[in-house]
């Protein structure tokens, strides 16, 4: 059997997908969600009924430079605009896409019917058999016995074979056909009077449009004329329908498999938008995030390689690239020994703090005494990247002698700073094995030192260490790697423990770049430098024979990893000179560079997990599973699948006669929606049941069963991988497992924690966590003199809130008031309308707006900080959090009101959330330095949300859990007391 490649149409998918037949879809926040329902849905059904091997999605440019439009200026010129929805909702799915890494493939000058053209055409074999998602007539002219089109509206595949039974011509004449039709939609001139079905008998009589042309006189007279009129235009309607296969892009199909998305990245998408229903249809997330670093896949939006950077790789944009600054005053490094304590000793201003509101250009600049220009120079971005842009090519050098080490040693010994990269057997840094180190400190010029090859020649791992370990461990010198947490974690298993300053080049290109969608060496390169990196995959294949580094020549791996390193230099010398100039000097090098080595220690000591209590839950999961079973077939009167849609509606909608909620395209809905409206309802023992029994599943598969699986063979503990660059508002996020996603919502879900202990019987969980961290910094930013005197009383915030509201004494407050108070505390910082609100509390849409008048009138501040947020993005096109971290702000002076609402409220969340992740942050950096300061007996695990986890010995931490809550309550001078509450106990469950 052939594999299988599906090329989605995207546009043309997504404008479907808007226009079905469905209610008008709505997230909690009243965000517009049809377009985006559907369409994910469809890709959802793609990958569980066709199994592709590899699957793309294909768009359209925004642009005029399609070459259509240089053959007739007309083209498409009648189009009407999209609906003022559409737009926000299109973004919505390219954010999805991008988050799940299914690659995205674009290219200006041409549209993406072009695109799979050229796809089909080159890639479909015997082996190969392309699939076009869509129903376009314009791609009938593609198709073979290789390819062919699949409508996943209907279900159809459409052959050669079923276009000539429907329509009337084989894919080789659809060509011709088209020239005499036309194309009203796009404006593309046709014969009048000819449609399909005429065309396709002229075809078959006169062999082609010029044929009907050259025979217009035995046409009907109307015909006749027409056609003569029309026949001066043909060429030019023959060149318009005509599809391109010659468009320069390439696809890295090792990137289109399936098995390498990253849905757990889209799993809080789906839950911010509401979307439960395909949140449980989410595949499980088999692609190791962290595999960016070692295996390097293209990322979604950048798997096309275009024929010049700026042509097509998306080059800086004049409100995101920094003017460098002058070649004396290039952004360095904390002096040494001093990078890693600055922020955890000086603590910024309390006055200056305290009025800082919305980030405006000059507010952090006052706090950290650098500027904040919102004037920027994309010129100078452009010549640092085309004089870093050199030809391919370079001077890689193998050392693999013991003369030639001493001499490349004695030369490093030298450098103030170099490039330092490492290769491996492996994509998870604590089980990996070094292979080589590679070195670089200029460009087109790179070193690679092997210590391991099944063919010989490489150098023993003891003599190297013996002679680089000095130099990696002088805290002198500036250590630059791409991902380099990756490296110290490998380098510390060999016996190489790293010092001194770093720079990471993937975390500079992330402050001074936040949107990008990847932040891997080969995009960058691919987008910045013009250069294509040479692929992992060229070295060690894929799949079944996929090889470890160590089975690959030395002089192969030797050019591959030395590229690496002379690549990761040139991104230092183009993304570093923006990051001062940028005002991101401070959070740079006194927060994340550090964290950095916090981080790398957290995922080398790892956590433990209860083995023996993971296999107790998954047996009782199971026994309670089976006795679900039963007690649904006696409820049902008779046995049936409850993993079958199908089988489930016809018990739910046939034999119990329950109400039909909602329908997709081919049947009755049976959702976990859907089962929790009836159940509110009914009330049917039933439903409650077969709910119980999806969430059962749903843990055993992602927790139960898979977190053994992810317990290191060298350590018997779990280390997930933590990544700075995950979100766009500084949070972290993890992976590999992705512990962040733990539930706790529900009992079950809450139980799965109690499985995450302490290293040993003698030692305890230490769990520190922020107390309603984002309204006290909103708070902070609005300086509303109420809340900060109940926030410093200490008193039950949403009590105090509601009293105010409602104009009550305290102790006068209901349960009622309080929850809706609650829902607008925590709503406000998500823009939350009065829909949503209604929504959460179960008010009328009247009621929840009167209550958020009445809530703004009471905290005028905060609705003055929320205007200051906005018209801080609509003056700079950024925002920035407390600690200057910068987020472009697209679309807040769009027409499109959806699009700019959407831009509003990110305006606002983007200050809050990311100035909580700079809290915890420094927190993080400076407790990290008191424990190596004082050695204390303490190892920080985790970073979830909120919250810290740690360990301890057991007689000593409730001492240092206090330790813990000074530190994090005192992270940053708030004008608000920060709590911090910390519990003690053998697993993480009783420690919350």
């Known amino acids: 059997m052939p594999k299988t490649l599906y090329l989605i149409d995207g546009h043309a998918q997504i404008y479907r997908a808007y226009y079905a037949p469905f209610g008008n879809l709505t997230s909690p926040r009243g965000e517009p969600t049809r377009a985006v329902h559907v369409f994910c849905q469809m890709i959802l059904n793609l990958l569980r009924d066709k199994k592709p091997d590899y699957l793309v999605t294909v768009l359209d440019v925004s642009d005029e430079t399609v070459f259509r439009k240089e053959i007739y200026p007309e083209y498409k010129a009648h189009r009407d605009p999209a609906p003022e929805d559409m737009e926000p909702q299109f973004n919505r799915i390219l954010s999805i896409l991008n988050a799940a890494r299914l690659p995205i493939l674009r290219m200006h000058g041409f549209e993406a019917d072009d695109i799979m053209a050229t796809l089909a055409r080159r890639l479909s074999s015997d082996d190969l058999h392309v699939y076009l998602v869509s129903k376009d007539k314009d791609l009938e002219q593609l198709l073979g016995p290789h390819v062919s089109l699949y409508d996943p509206g209907k279900d159809e595949v459409i052959t050669p074979d079923v276009l000539f039974a429907t329509k009337g011509w084989w894919p080789q004449q659809a060509v011709e056909a088209q020239t005499l039709i036309g194309d009203t939609v796009d404006n593309v001139p046709g014969v009048p009077g000819i449609g399909p079905k005429t065309a396709a008998k002229l075809i078959q009589q006169y062999g082609s449009a010029q044929g009907v042309i050259d025979n217009a006189d035995k046409l009907t007279p109307k015909q006749r004329d027409n056609v003569k009129a029309f026949a001066a235009l043909a060429p030019v309607t023959r060149k318009l329908v005509t599809l391109r296969d010659d468009v320069p892009?390439?696809?890295?199909?090792?990137?289109?498999?399936?098995?390498?998305?990253?849905?757990?990245?889209?799993?809080?998408?789906?839950?911010?938008?509401?979307?439960?229903?395909?949140?449980?249809?989410?595949?499980?997330?088999?692609?190791?995030?962290?595999?960016?670093?070692?295996?390097?896949?293209?990322?979604?939006?950048?798997?096309?390689?275009?024929?010049?950077?700026?042509?097509?790789?998306?080059?800086?944009?004049?409100?995101?690239?920094?003017?460098?600054?002058?070649?004396?005053?290039?952004?360095?490094?904390?002096?040494?020994?001093?990078?890693?304590?600055?922020?955890?000793?000086?603590?910024?201003?309390?006055?200056?703090?305290?009025?800082?509101?919305?980030?405006?250009?000059?507010?952090?600049?006052?706090?950290?005494?650098?500027?904040?220009?919102?004037?920027?120079?994309?010129?100078?971005?452009?010549?640092?990247?085309?004089?870093?842009?050199?030809?391919?090519?370079?001077?890689?050098?193998?050392?693999?002698?013991?003369?030639?080490?001493?001499?490349?040693?004695?030369?490093?010994?030298?450098?103030?700073?170099?490039?330092?990269?490492?290769?491996?057997?492996?994509?998870?840094?604590?089980?990996?094995?070094?292979?080589?180190?590679?070195?670089?400190?200029?460009?087109?010029?790179?070193?690679?030192?092997?210590?391991?090859?099944?063919?010989?020649?490489?150098?023993?791992?003891?003599?190297?260490?013996?002679?680089?370990?000095?130099?990696?461990?002088?805290?002198?010198?500036?250590?630059?790697?791409?991902?380099?947490?990756?490296?110290?974690?490998?380098?510390?298993?060999?016996?190489?423990?790293?010092?001194?300053?770093?720079?990471?080049?993937?975390?500079?290109?992330?402050?001074?770049?936040?949107?990008?969608?990847?932040?891997?060496?080969?995009?960058?390169?691919?987008?910045?430098?013009?250069?294509?990196?040479?692929p992992l995959t060229d070295l060690i294949g894929a799949g079944r024979d996929q090889l470890v580094m160590d089975q690959v020549p030395l002089e192969r791996v030797a050019e591959y990893a030395a590229e690496d390193a002379d690549y990761t230099w040139r991104l230092k010398e183009l993304f570093e000179p923006s990051v001062e100039p940028l005002g991101l000097g401070t959070l740079a090098h006194e927060v994340e560079m550090p964290l950095v080595r916090v981080l790398a220690n957290m995922e080398h000591h790892g956590i433990r997990v209860d083995l023996d209590y993971l296999r107790d839950m998954g047996r009782r999961m199971s026994a309670r599973i089976e006795q679900i079973v039963v007690e649904c077939h006696q409820l049902a009167g008779g046995p049936f699948n409850l993993d079958s849609p199908k089988q489930l509606g016809e018990v739910l909608f046939d034999r119990m006669q329950l109400r039909v909620v909602k329908r997709t395209k081919t049947a009755r809905s049976t959702d976990a929606e859907t089962l929790e409206i009836l159940a509110e309802e009914t009330g049917h023992p039933l439903l409650k049941l077969l709910l119980e029994h999806r969430e059962i599943q749903k843990l055993r598969g992602t927790y139960v069963d898979a977190l053994p699986r992810a317990v290191s063979r060298r350590t018997g503990r779990i280390h997930t991988s933590f990544h700075q660059t995950g979100a766009v508002t500084g949070r972290l996020s993890s992976s590999e497992p992705n512990l962040q996603n733990i539930p706790v919502r529900t009992e079950m879900g809450r139980q799965i924690r109690r499985a995450f202990r302490a290293r040993g019987d003698d030692e305890l969980l230490i769990v520190a966590d922020y107390s309603q961290v984002e309204l006290r910094i909103l708070a902070h930013f609005c300086q509303d003199e109420a809340l900060k005197r109940a926030f410093a009383d200490d008193l039950d915030i949403h009590a105090f809130v509601a009293s105010q509201v409602n104009n009550v004494a305290l102790d006068a407050v209901t349960k009622e008031m309080r929850a809706k108070a609650k829902a607008v505390n925590f709503g406000i910082i998500y823009g939350q309308t009065a829909h949503g609100l209604a929504q959460t509390t179960g008010m009328s849409r009247t009621e929840a707006q009167k209550f958020i008048d009445a809530y703004f009138a009471r905290y005028s501040r905060i609705r003055g900080f929320i205007n200051q947020c906005i018209e801080t993005a609509r003056r700079d096109g950024a925002v920035r959090t407390i600690l200057g971290r910068r987020r472009p702000i697209t679309d807040i002076d769009s027409r499109n009101r959806a699009a700019r609402a959407l831009a509003e409220r990110l305006s606002v969340n983007t200050v809050i959330q990311g100035s909580a992740a700079d809290l915890i942050k420094t927190a993080m950096i400076q407790l990290h330095n008191r424990v190596r300061d004082e050695k204390l007996p303490l190892r920080m695990l985790l970073q979830v949300h909120d919250e810290l986890v740690c360990e301890a010995p057991r007689g000593e931490a409730e001492a240092l859990g206090r330790i813990v809550a000074d530190v994090m309550s005192t992270a940053l001078p708030l004008s608000v007391p920060l709590r911090v509450d910390v519990e003690c106990a053998e697993n993480w469950l009783d420690a919350k």
């Open 249 to 534: 892009i390439e696809l890295d199909l090792s990137a289109a498999q399936p098995d390498q998305f990253t849905w757990s990245a889209v799993r809080p998408i789906f839950e911010e938008l509401g979307i439960r229903r395909l949140t449980d249809q989410l595949p499980a997330n088999r692609a190791a995030d962290a595999a960016d670093r070692v295996a390097r896949p293209p990322s979604a939006d950048s798997v096309a390689r275009p024929p010049s950077a700026d042509s097509v790789a998306r080059p800086p944009s004049a409100d995101s690239v920094a003017r460098p600054p002058s070649a004396d005053s290039v952004a360095r490094p904390p002096s040494a020994g001093d990078a890693e304590r600055r922020v955890g000793r000086a603590h910024h201003s309390p006055a200056a703090l305290a009025g800082q509101v919305a980030s405006g250009a000059a507010d952090a600049a006052e706090e950290v005494g650098t500027a904040h220009p919102t004037k920027q120079d994309p010129a100078a971005f452009a010549q640092r990247s085309a004089a870093l842009s050199a030809p391919d090519g370079g001077e890689y050098v193998l050392v693999n002698t013991p003369a030639a080490l001493d001499a490349f040693v004695a030369d490093l010994a030298k450098r103030p700073e170099f490039v330092l990269d490492t290769e491996t057997t492996g994509v998870n840094p604590v089980d990996a094995e070094l292979v080589g180190l590679s070195f670089s400190w200029r460009p087109s010029w790179g070193v690679y030192i092997p210590v391991r090859c099944i063919f010989g020649g490489a150098l023993p791992l003891d003599e190297v260490r013996a002679r680089l370990a000095p130099i990696l461990a002088d805290d002198t010198k500036r250590k630059i790697g791409h991902n380099i947490k990756y490296d110290l974690i490998v380098l510390e298993n060999a016996g190489m423990t790293v010092r001194g300053p770093i720079l990471d080049t993937m975390i500079t290109a992330f402050l001074v770049e936040p949107t990008r969608n990847s932040y891997g060496l080969d995009p960058l390169a691919r987008t910045y430098l013009a250069h294509e990196m040479i």
